[in-house]
Structure formats: structure tokens, C-alpha cells
């Protein structure tokens, strides 16, 4: 990646994403274990993981549409602190009322992956910051270095907490201290947002027209009918997140932290390694085209995964999975980018990530509930089903809008 195309701004905003998905993935392993380790039934795992989710939804609605009249550097340091604070709750108590509260107000990723409302903020300021024929190519690589940190953070977080409890501390204990690791990160963040200037704000606000819905005008349509899609493959993806996809490999083949760390660092890997093959190939065959044709395969390996009957095969699915799954995701960001006006650009990401997360709250209490009823194999494919019906409707739809730079 050339630094022409990446000012210091934008590096800054990388490295924020280095420390909040190392973060994430740093808690992924663990946070289901320690809601059971507190007294949780599978049914509360669920329910408190769709309180986060839909606590994160409502945070990113509510500062995506104030971001750009107050300030995208303050809310992305007000967010950070948010990590704050419910890292700080966590580490401190097990008190069932307290847990659910901060998962609520506080931002935790139950996913592993991007929560709250700093993806939008940060993709509207690197879009701003840099030429739209360079977009998706530093989307990739945005999302190559947010896979590796999850990956990291996910083969840290199994280690750490596997030698914290072989050193003689509870599997609380343990937990605790990693929660309070977390807090750290989130404070960290809030150091590397400070350095933040004002290129990332928004310049001069267009009005098209009397209204605006969500801080949309020209665009309200398509970011409609595109976030209505996102939903539906969110949806789906949050019936087998990572934390709950941890989870069932501790429960179907006694799998321990430590060797899921290894498996999620892994398959981060692969998706992280996959974002660059998506410039690539978007740069070939168009956005929409990549989005749809590389998701396929990865939900045919989602499908395939409880089949398994044992670790190493269903270990096996899992990176295969990975190495396409995430093909979308620079694409997608690039593709929204393109398609609305600047001045709507964290309105719009707003909106998609409110509309993605809010759908994503349900799959956790989907699976608990299933998992409770011993269906273990069944949200795997209701997962795939519906990611596939999510691709052919996406392909069908928007085959034909195209971005600017593709015309």
C-alpha cells in the first residue's frame, strides 16, 4: 500500500482498528465461557449477547447521526471510552444485572469483529482522506490489518487465559483480569483518536432538498434497499458468531481456549489474506460481482461444518470458510462509499451498520434457544441457507448500479 494514498490521518485510523480488533478478538474466546462460568443458562448467553448487539446498533445510530455537526474525532473518542466502561464493569463484577447493563451501554464485540459505531465513523473519514480509485484497494487493506489483529487477539486471548488458570487462578479470576486487559485497549484508543485532526471531518455539508431522513437525501434509496439485504446476511451471520461458534466446539469436542485461539487466529488469518484477493478481483469482474460469487462458496462450507464429526475436519470447514467469507467486506464498504453523496457517507455507513447490527442482535437468542433445545447443528443451516438466498438477491438487484469508477 502505497503511503501516497495514505495520509497521516489515515494511518492513525489503522492503527485504531489494530487495537480495537486485536481487542475483540482478544475477548471473543472467552466471553460466552465466562457468561456460563457466572451461572448463565445458554438461553441468558443468548439474550445478554442480543443486548450488546442491539446496544451497539443504537450507539452507532445515534453518534453516526450527530458525528458530522459535532465532530467524528469527539464521538471516536467518546466511543472509545465506552470500551472503557464496560470492560471495566466486567472485570469487577459477576453480578448478572451489572453484566447485562454494561453489555447494553458499553461497546464488547460478541462477533470477534467490528462492533459499535467506529466502522462507519473511521470508513467515511478514510474516503474523504483518500482518491475513490484507491478506495477499495485501502478498504482491503483496512480490513487485512483488522483480520490480522483479530487473529492475533484471538491466539493471545487463548494463551493468556489458558496460562492464567494453569498458574492456579479460577477460571473467573482469569477472565476477569482479561476484561480488565480489555478496558486498557479501549483507553489506548482513546489516546490514538486524540491525534486525530480535522481532515477526517466532514467540509461542507450539501442540503438536497427540505428533508433529510438519518441524515440522508439522494441516496435514502439505495442505502434503503441495500441495508434491507445486509440485513438478512447479518441476521444469518450472527447465528454462528464467533463467540458462539467457540462455544460449540467447547461443547460438541471438549475443545479448549487455547485451541480455539489457535483456530480463530487461523482463520483470521485467511480472511485477512482474502480482503487483498477481493481488490484484486473487484478490480476485474466489479464490486457486486465479488461480493456475491466469493460469499458462495464460503456458505457452502458453513453448511458443511456440523456435518463433521470430528474436530480437525469441522476445524477444517471453519478455514475454508474464512478464506472466502470475508471477500465482501472491503468490497461492500467501498461499494457504499461510492454510490452516495460525500456528505452522506457516515449517515449512509451508519445506517447499514445500524440496520446489520440490530438484525445481528436476534441470531445469538435464535442459537441460544436452539442449543438449549440440543440443536446444535441447526443454526449452522439456517446460516447457510439464508446467506446464499442473501448473495443471489444481491447479484439479482444491483447487477446493474454501478460505482463511479466502474462506469
Known sequence: ???T???PDGWLLFASRVVRLFSYGFLSIILALHLAAVGMTDRQIGFLLTLTLIGDAALSLVVTQIADR???RQMLIASAGLMVFAGGVFATTNQAWLLILA???GTLSPTG???GPFLPLEQAGLAQLIPGTQRTRVFAWYNLVGSFAAALGAWSGGMVVTTLQRT??????SYHIMFATYAGFGLMMGVVFSFLSSRIEVEHPEVQGPSRFFGLHRSWAIVRNLSILFAFDSFAGALVLQSLLAYWFHSRFGADPATLGQLFFGANILAG???LVAARVAARIGLINTMAFTHLPANVFLLLTPLMPTFPLAAAMVLLRYSTAQMDVPTRQAYLMAVVAPDERSAAAGVTTLTRTMASAFGPLVTGA???????SLPFFLAGGIKIIYDLALLWNFRHIKPPEEM
Open 113 to 115: 469483529h467490528e462492533a
Open 5 to 7: 494514498f495514505l495520509p
Open 273 to 275: 489474506c482474502s480482503a
Open 370 to 376: 436452539l442449543f438449549s433445545a440440543s440443536l446444535m
Open 168 to 173: 492456579g487462578l479460577t477460571a473467573l479470576s
Open 103 to 105: 453489555a447494553f451501554i
Open 1 to 3: 500500500m502505497a503511503t
Open 70 to 72: 459535532v465532530g467524528r
